[in-house]
């Protein structure tokens, strides 16, 4: 299912979306290699010693560790093992403003088998379709070559939508680690603050990550009305509810069961300010719904709290939540409300 994600938009991107979007997650080492990658590809390096590659890979690891759990709440790590490592060293490199001689160490002893081997591996079997790096050189310095499509996606145009994907997707991930609110997320899903247009955990409603942030990369970071790129930075973003609140007037008051809430993420999608002004209250149209469906089929490929969510959102209207193309049919019975 993932791969009809990638086949819509067959690039190095989209691959890169598919390993830190919708991979497992289990600990977060993914997320600091991944953004440790993105850096040292974006100045223009074609390789780099893995003992280098390591250093922004842990400090990025410490200092999410400072706010949040990397790992489930229920996981004891051993004392060797390298999330131990990196508590017992965090403060100090914290301190230093570099890794400690022993937390760089465990980095480049853990990270071939620990997170460099399993970057490129999808759920199941299947590996990506692109390979952003090479893991080479002798067991005393270990080289990483960066390829050709990492340096292709680190470029700036490329890369600052990616960054922000992958600094929201960690803190989804951490959010769903910490006991209380992991539970929370995973019975309930989040909600969306709409003034603030975070989405936020439903027990404390405290925010997680922007919604832009959170959701741009499963609609491969197109505008949800026109298709074309949105470029952070240098386009203006609007929410987008696809379903307009026109919809919602309609509907009268969200009833569960007769009708959706619209100011959920399944209808919340990123699109260009001046599309989004545009389009105003008029009703999306049908290539939108099309879109909109593909997204949350997306989302529904990510582990943790955003899948939950589109699965209640599903079930709570009678919908099946485990069945893959559940959401163009709910999309046209909305459409036809
Ligand atoms: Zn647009």
């Known amino acids: 299912m993932s791969m009809d994600f990638f086949h819509l938009e067959p690039t190095a991107r989209s691959s890169w979306r598919l390993a830190v979007l919708m991979g497992a997650n289990t600990r977060t080492y993914k997320f600091a290699l991944g953004a440790a990658l993105l850096d040292t590809a974006a100045e223009g390096r074609s390789e780099i010693l893995l003992r280098d590659l390591a250093v922004p890979y842990a400090m990025s690891l410490v200092r999410h560790l400072d706010k949040a759990p990397q790992a489930p709440s229920a996981v004891v790590p051993g004392a060797s093992d390298f999330l131990a490592v990196a508590k017992r060293e965090a ?5 230093l403003g570099h890794p400690t001689e022993e937390l760089l160490a465990a980095s480049v002893r853990s990270m071939p088998a620990m997170v460099m081997q399993k970057f490129h591996n999808l759920r199941g079997e299947a590996e990506l379709p692109h390979r952003f790096y090479e893991v080479t050189g002798s067991s005393r310095e270990r080289v990483v070559r960066l390829s050709d499509p990492l340096r292709e996606i680190a470029r700036p145009e490329q890369a600052a939508s990616l960054r922000g994907e992958l600094t929201a997707r960690w803190s989804i991930v951490e959010t769903s680690f910490a006991a209380e609110i992991g539970r929370s997320l995973i019975r309930e899903g989040v909600a969306v603050d709409m003034t603030t247009l975070q989405i936020t955990d439903k027990r404390r409603r405290r925010s997680v990550a922007g919604v832009t942030d959170a959701v741009i990369g499963f609609q491969h970071g197109l505008c949800l009305i026109c298709a074309e790129p949105i470029t952070p930075g240098i386009d203006d973003i609007a929410v987008d509810h696809v379903f307009p609140y026109s919809f919602m007037r309609m509907l009268g008051p969200v009833d569960h069961g007769t009708a959706p809430d619209l100011d ?6 990123p699109a260009h300010a ?6 105003s209250n008029g009703p999306p149209k ?18 943790h709290p955003l899948r939950r969510t589109l699965q209640l959102t599903l079930q709570d209207n009678g919908y099946n939540s485990t069945r893959s193309g559940e959401w163009l049919t709910f999309i046209q019975w909305v459409s036809l409300l």
């Open 91 to 95: 403060a100090e490199s914290l301190r």
């Open 264 to 269: 959920a993420i399944w209808n919340l999608a």
């Open 274 to 279: 001046s599309c989004n002004g545009r389009k």
């Open 286 to 303: 049908p290539a939108e719904l099309i879109r909109l469906a593909q997204r949350n089929e997306a989302i529904m490929q990510s582990p």
